[in-house]
């Protein structure tokens, strides 16, 4: 009996391995097996008929047939539409997310040096857009961006423009929209760190003469060198592959990698096309940040 209890014990999970082991099985359910089942799309064929596309492996005389099409990576490689399309929502990606830091930094700065009170007010009024659904505040950014919209009606009236400016369906409505959509993203990871500063830091820099420009450099932007890359990597991985803000705010020439795959899945019904440009769009996301890790583990090795 109590060998019986001491193999209970030892393969019964800890409260720890449950606790942890909560979230990697979501992940594994929400994340990982529908990602292998996009995988296992993307190298079968298209064809007419429910599911539209090829089975990969097929069964005939006893022998198992592994059917491979290779064809749509070799052609997302050689097509200059597809690389301009992941070219360009890079691009939008990395100037959103500049365009977010530059400022959600001043914002974030200044939450964490105000006092409490104030402090939590101006976290609620960064949350508060959350309250509301993402897609009604896209469309509200048609009515504020449209050459009769708000903003056109209210520069006219005030002498600043004569003519309207050409905001909606045009990069500039892009940008204007993705960076309100996504600065929240920046600001809260950033204001969790610069919040739990050490202010006596910057007093040592100042007794040693440093100015508030170098004290700034030196001693607070290294600290929060941690939140400004979460705050980046969580606007950045969205923005690359988003898709309603360049369908609603967009021209017919803004290529996102998001557009391309809903025209392929609903449009073309062309779901391996769809599935391949996806896994090539995983990979452009998941590569960059596996080599940055690398990186940054040599890094704290070689400190220790």
């Known amino acids: 009996m109590s060998t019986l209890r001491r193999w209970i014990d030892r393969v019964r999970p800890s409260g720890r391995t449950l606790v942890i082991g909560g979230p990697f099985v979501w992940l594994l359910l929400f994340f990982l097996v529908p990602f292998i089942l996009v995988v296992k799309i993307s190298f079968a064929d298209q064809q007419l008929g429910i599911p539209p596309y090829t089975e990969l492996a097929t069964l005939k005389d006893g022998v198992v047939n592994i059917t491979l099409q ?86 006219i009236w005030t002498g600043i423009i004569h003519d309207p400016i050409e905001l909606y369906h045009t990069n500039i409505g892009v940008y204007i929209g993705m960076v309100y959509s996504y600065l929240p993203f920046l600001v809260m990871p950033l204001y969790a760190h610069l919040v739990k500063m050490d202010l006596r830091l910057l007093e040592a820099a100042y007794d040693l003469g440093a100015r508030p420009w170098v004290a700034f450099w030196r001693v607070t932007v290294p600290l929060s060198k941690n939140g400004i890359i979460a705050g980046c990597l969580l606007v950045f991985i969205p923005a690359v592959g988003e898709y309603v803000i360049p369908e609603l705010l967009g021209g017919a020439d803004t290529l996102m990698i998001g557009r391309v795959m809903w025209d392929e899945f609903f449009n073309n019904a062309d779901w391996p096309m769809a599935s391949a440009v996806t896994c090539a769009m995983v990979v452009l996301l998941l590569v960059p940040m596996a080599l940055f890790q690398y990186f940054q583990n040599q890094e704290l090795e070689k400190r220790r």
């Open 70 to 155: 290779l064809g749509h990576y070799v052609f997302l490689v050689t097509d200059s539409l597809y690389f301009a399309t992941y070219v360009n929502s890079v691009k939008v990606a990395a100037i959103t997310t500049l365009l977010c830091l530059l400022i959600g930094y001043p914002m974030a700065y200044y939450i964490a040096r105000s006092n409490p009170g104030t402090r939590n007010v101006l976290m609620m009024a960064v949350m508060l857009p959350f309250w509301t659904s993402f897609l009604i505040r896209v469309y509200a950014w048609i009515g504020i961006l449209k050459n009769n919209g708000l903003l056109n009606q209210f520069l």
